[in-house]
């Protein structure tokens, strides 16, 4: 799987659109974008994936580039309860595979 | 709908003792994950069983670990003889199909002494 880029940690304003950015310069053609999160002391969530196309879902929504090197999670309208570590995941698709989890983005979204 | 439901919640035992940790997937879910989290090593796959069938245990840290599903509504994952570098976070998942999204318990936070 290729392997994923993402900042450590960022923050957001409560009610202001979080932007998350995530690099996959290595991406193949039959690999997806997966975004999990995890909120301290849970497991992870499951939030949205794509493979070309950008994607909304009731969560949030994800920006793919043209030349899929690169993609942008978006949560629309932030609150203090989407605090947590965000993760950007490449998976082969049509296949059983495991999710690699790298380090992930802290998001902190404040008052 | 009920989620994954993993137990217990805590462990807390002595090094040497035998660790069993409980799995309850998603209803209809066919495909079923256990990692484990550290500060270390971050979110590591353990095994997954498609089918309640072990297809890939390459992450099985060593012979000390076993897992098993003997259906689809039942996993374990067991540590005989245990170690403190056991002690970790240990997360079971579950999904529709093995390439489906995956869908994760609160997780099991084991601590051996």
């Known amino acids: 799987d290729a392997k994923t880029t993402q900042p450590p940690s960022m923050d957001c304003a409560e009610g202001r659109a979080a932007n998350l950015p995530c690099n996959h310069s290595t991406i193949s053609g039959n690999e997806y974008v997966y975004w999990y999160r995890q909120i301290h002391s849970q497991g992870p969530q499951y939030i949205i994936h794509?493979?070309?196309n950008n994607e909304t879902n009731e969560m949030a929504s994800l920006i793919i580039t043209e030349d899929r090197k690169s993609s942008t999670l978006i949560l629309p309208h932030a609150t203090l309860r989407d605090t947590a570590v965000y993760y950007c995941i490449v998976r082969v698709a049509g296949t059983a595979s495991k999710l690699t989890f790298g380090t992930g983005t802290r998001l902190q979204v404040t008052l | 709908d009920a989620g994954v439901i993993q137990s217990p919640r805590h462990e807390v035992t002595e090094m040497g003792q035998e660790v069993t940790l409980r799995c309850k997937p998603i209803?209809?879910?066919?495909?079923l994950f256990w990692y484990r989290q550290t500060m270390m090593r971050g979110l590591e796959l353990l095994i997954y069983f498609n089918n309640n069938v072990p297809i890939d245990d390459s992450g099985m840290p060593e012979d000390r670990f076993s897992a098993k599903m003997p259906n689809a509504s039942f996993s374990t994952l067991k540590i005989q003889p245990s170690e403190p570098r056991d002690s970790a976070v240990y997360f079971c998942a579950s999904s529709l199909t093995g390439d489906q999204p995956q869908h994760f318990g609160d997780g099991t936070r084991l601590s051996i002494l």
């Open positions: 209803s209809g879910h066919n495909s």
């Open positions: 794509g493979l070309k």
